[in-house]
């Protein structure tokens, strides 16, 4: 399976964004990629008083991508969209899974939300705007098993272990909006933990610059093998970057370093 991850920077301009993310599809079709993963929140990134009417599964957003895949002919993971939720209060941040005739084959709605409080310093709650979602979800790709997460997921690697024991998941996808500040020291790390002690290829695509006042991302955007190296990366500024996954290496990894089938807990 050949892959593409896709990196962006999104801002308040929705149709620009869209734009912007088919272009990087088009990339990742003409070379060759039978999936190609997009970064979180790539229909909107900018000033909440300024973002559009949340959408349903179906709306706009999900018909443009659907579309893009079928027109292409190859999977697409969404990245994430705002999805509208019962509560007017709080939106979905919800991963969508095309597969090549423009099929919604997955949805995945993040279930870790990032809330801290720092006095003097940080406040920030993801959750007074997002609703949880509450199922790990595990995907079929042309016969192979790809595990969902989103961005702040990354740091809870129980979710990880889950899709890829119970799951069954031999390839994990990372779409985010990975902070710069933290990037910078965790975002390499983590992605090669998650891909070391699962086992597992990583695909993380990540959103890249400045979006709004006091908000930058970090890029990055990487695919990391289940040995833990990192395979390709995308150079800072929009861009597409290509890995081809060897399905018989990790089984050999496995057989190997048999640290799934020797765990006890």
């Not at 990032?114 to 790990?136: F, H, K, L, N």
């Not at 890995?243 to 089938?261: F, G, K, M, N, W």
Request: charged share 20%; glycine share 8%.
């Amino acid at each position: 399976m050949r892959v593409a991850v896709c990196q962006l920077n999104a801002r308040e301009d929705r149709k620009a964004n869209l734009a912007v993310a088919a272009e990087l599809l088009e990339r990742a079709a003409a070379g060759g990629a039978d999936l190609a993963l997009l970064p979180e929140y790539v229909d909107y990134l900018g000033p909440a008083a300024g973002m559009p009417a949340p959408e349903p599964i179906g709306g706009e957003v999900s018909e443009f991508f659907a579309s893009v895949a079928r027109r292409l002919g190859i999977w697409v993971i969404a990245g994430s969209f705002h999805e509208a939720s019962p509560d007017p209060q709080r939106t979905w941040n919800t991963s969508l899974v095309f597969d090549r005739s423009g099929a919604l084959a997955a949805s995945y709605r993040k279930i870790h939300l990032y809330d801290v409080e720092i006095p003097g310093r940080v406040s920030y709650r993801e959750s007074a705007t997002v609703a949880p979602g509450e199922q790990p979800v595990v995907v079929t790709v042309d016969g192979v098993r790809v595990g969902l997460s989103i961005c702040y997921d990354l740091r809870f690697p129980e979710l990880y272990r889950r899709l890829a024991t119970e799951g069954g998941a031999q390839v994990l996808v990372v779409p985010a909006a990975f902070m710069l500040h933290t990037g910078r020291d965790h975002w390499e790390v983590l992605l090669r933990a998650r891909a070391i002690e699962n086992q597992c290829y990583v695909l993380a695509a990540g959103q890249i610059g400045d979006h709004e006042p006091g908000r930058s991302c970090f890029g990055r955007s990487m695919v990391v093998d289940a040995w833990g190296t990192v395979l390709t990366q995308v150079p800072d500024g929009a861009g597409v970057a290509f890995a081809d996954l060897d399905l018989d290496r990790l089984a050999t990894i496995r057989a190997e370093l048999p640290s799934l089938a020797n765990r006890r807990l």
